[in-house]
């Protein structure tokens, strides 16, 4: 198949066409040229949107979808469709499905149901069995199926040596650690960040201690074993000092934000809605700055939308026995336009893919066509009609937007809006 991409305007730090506005030739997957006005070509498919931008295909670090087990909320089909027309041709797969991905075989599973996509899935899988936190799971074996990362999604593990044994145990495969850090004794029942919302509202709250505390004991353990250490979804200004600290002393630890993070804060929860109830808690203004910060100066080195479906049952309820969770494979783009600078959005929506050890792509010739297509500009309100995915539970619905996506090129396929 060859496709000519007219008139695109490359956002590639790392390429030598950065900035420039150019005409791209694809034959077979591959970038056979680039330049200005390229010849039309018999049997060949063009590419053509207002304002097209063009990037290195986006990659999010943490994604849930539900299959096996909870294909009500997702399956891996639709949600890697959803995946592609949001602009990410590569997603890590959370392990909370049901059963939970902690063996060989599931790895396989989940990847063979992936196949023949545009977007890519790399699986992550459980560091515990079960992700129950007492046993260790099947790392080296997951490792060989393809699992990119182990960890147990959004559970903090409170056996200080298992962890220390894990960090010790993936350096002889170059394995990575992912720690979700809260400490569970401290944030209890609390379903909200512990503040002046938390307390006008008379909900139960979680201090920033519960996450500052369990960052401070896994930066040092990993200081101790070594290793690498992925420490996702940070929420406050300490955890980000914390991480800068660390990185400062040299090691080799990094961190992610959360869409929703870096956009929204607790004053979200005057109305109670569960939309916004999410692991870590939304936090405040003083947070969401220092989130910005450390994006910034490249203490955060990625951001992901943290997509997690849930089904309408578990999300319509009480505030406090809702379950948690934001979908944002579809919002993540426009909401962070409205924060942070272009370039800097695509850089941290790109850069996931060194972090997992799968290389980076560069936008010249020979190179593989990896591509998300969007623009910046205009303005919309996120509503139903632009979510994609099977489960509703959008911490942006209703939320001003900036700028769109049109789709992507990846594995040799075309997929636009």
Aim: proline share 3%.
């Amino acid at each position: 198949m060859k496709i000519i991409i007219r008139s695109a305007k490359i956002i590639d730090s790392k390429s030598p066409f950065h900035n420039q506005t150019v005409d791209l030739l694809i034959a077979d997957g591959l970038i056979e040229k680039i330049g200005t006005s390229i010849l039309d070509i018999d049997d060949t498919t063009e590419v053509r949107f207002d304002n097209l931008h063009l990037s290195q295909g986006w990659f999010d670090s943490s994604v849930s979808f539900g299959e096996p087990g909870y294909e009500d909320r997702e399956t891996i089909a639709n949600g890697l469709n959803v995946a592609a027309k949001s602009g990410f041709t590569a997603i890590a797969l959370q392990p909370n499905s049901f059963p939970v991905i902690d063996n060989q075989s599931q790895v396989n599973f989940v990847k063979n149901k992936a196949n023949d996509f545009a977007t890519e899935l790399f699986p992550i899988g459980a560091l515990t069995k079960a992700s129950e936190g007492k046993d260790m799971a099947e790392l080296f074996d997951m490792k060989k199926s393809g699992a990119i990362a182990f960890g147990d999604y959004n559970k903090s593990l409170d056996n200080a040596n298992l962890l220390k044994i894990a960090l010790q145990y993936v350096q002889d495969f170059d394995g990575l650690v992912i720690a979700y850090s809260q400490d569970a004794n401290i944030k209890g029942n609390g379903v909200a960040n512990e503040g002046i919302v938390s307390t006008r509202l008379g909900l139960k709250g979680i201090p920033n201690l519960a996450e500052e505390l369990q960052i401070a004991r896994n930066l040092f353990l990993l200081e101790y074993t070594g290793g690498k250490l992925h420490i996702p979804t940070i929420s406050t200004a300490k955890s980000v000092q914390l991480i800068r600290e660390a990185k400062a002393k040299g090691l080799n630890v990094t961190c992610s934000a959360s869409v929703h993070h870096l956009v929204l804060t607790d004053e979200k929860l005057d109305g109670f809605d569960t939309r916004f109830k999410v692991t870590p808690p939304l936090r405040t203004e003083l947070d969401r700055q220092a989130l910005l910060n450390g994006i910034a100066d490249g203490t955060i080195d990625l951001i992901t939308s943290d997509h997690n479906p849930i089904d309408i049952e578990f999300k319509k309820m009480e505030f406090d026995t809702a379950k948690n969770g934001t979908i944002g494979l579809e919002s993540a783009f426009g909401a962070l336009l409205t924060v942070l600078p272009l370039e800097t959005v695509i850089s941290k929506l790109t850069s996931g893919r060194e972090v997992f050890g799968l290389g980076s792509n560069t936008i010249e010739e020979g190179a593989k066509a990896n591509f998300t297509f969007f623009t910046p500009e205009g303005k919309s309100t996120f509503t139903k009609e632009n979510i994609l995915s099977k489960s509703k539970n959008s911490a942006f619905l209703g939320t001003e937007i900036t700028g769109s996506v049109y789709g992507i090129l990846n594995q040799n396929q075309l997929i636009t809006k």
